[in-house]
């Protein structure tokens, strides 16, 4: 059964920190790309980064860029959002998809917020 799994979310101040964990049941992350998304209630939908099947990290966010690290274990099967220097303007619910068949975890709220 395909299941992906976040967690890691929280509320923090701004400039603190937060990894975010997509754990991934069903197929392996070396035979699929894998995309982190962020949403907030009544906004498009914003892309975060790609994880392609070989491991290639895309990050696709300018606004992210440099605070950002995406990652990935496949013993684990777990992919992973680390998240340095949290703006407010980061609040969001994160999930992350498969690109290939959309089917997405429910996704873990970060809140930056002093």
């Known amino acids: 059964q395909v299941q992906l799994v976040e967690s890691g979310g929280g509320s923090v101040q701004p400039g603190g920190s937060l990894r975010l964990s997509c754990v991934v049941s069903?197929?392996?992350?070396?035979?699929?790309?894998m995309n982190w998304y962020r949403q907030v209630p009544g906004k498009e939908r914003e892309l975060v980064g790609i994880?392609?099947?070989?491991?290639?990290?895309?990050p696709a966010l300018d606004s992210a860029k440099g605070r950002f690290i995406m990652s990935r274990d496949t013993a684990k099967n777990t992919m992973y959002l680390q998240m340095n220097d949290l703006k407010p303007e980061d609040t969001a619910v994160y999930y992350c998809q498969n690109a290939r068949t959309n089917i997405r975890g429910q996704g873990t709220q970060v809140t930056v917020s002093s």
């Open positions: 069903g197929f392996s992350l070396t035979t699929q790309q």
């Open positions: 994880i392609t099947s070989a491991g290639t990290l895309i």
